[in-house]
Nanobody, 123 residues
Framework: QVQLVESGGGLVQAGGSLRLSCAAS????????MGWFRQAPGKEREFVAG????????YYADSVKGRFTISRDNAKNTVYLQMNSLKPEDAAVYYC????????????????WGQGTQVTVSS
């Protein structure tokens, strides 16, 4: 069982930056691939970024490539999402999720989810 708690969301102006964190409970965090997803009102949940269990492989949605960076610290059981050059269309509730070993861009592939953190981007 893995429990995930996101933090770091908030209100930022377009062009600004935010860093999201996702703290995981449990002793086996290092075997889980982690993903960040987001969901805006009226839209489906979409993949943003993923990182494999070791941190050696990452994958990004085209819409955030070059602006967002996912990283993890297995010693701290935490995964991060650094978001730069934010756009109004990045506004959403951001969720972290966990699945064993490898990245997957499909939300149905993840076993554990956090409660989400709101990101609002003003134009």
């Amino acid at each position: 069982q893995v429990q995930l708690v996101e933090s770091g969301g908030g209100l930022v102006q377009a062009g600004g930056s935010l860093r999201l964190s996702c703290a995981a409970s449990g002793r086996t965090f290092s075997v889980y691939a982690m993903g960040w997803f987001r969901q805006a009102p009226g839209k489906e949940r979409e993949f943003v970024a993923g990182i494999n269990y070791s941190g050696g492989s990452t994958y990004y949605a085209d819409s955030v490539k070059g602006r967002f960076t996912i990283s993890r610290d297995n010693a701290k059981n935490t995964v991060y999402l650094q978001m730069n050059s934010l756009k109004p269309e990045d506004a959403a509730v951001y969720y972290c999720a966990a699945r064993r070993f490898d990245i997957d861009s499909h939300y149905g592939a993840y076993d554990y989810w956090g409660q989400g953190t709101q990101v609002t981007v003003s134009s």
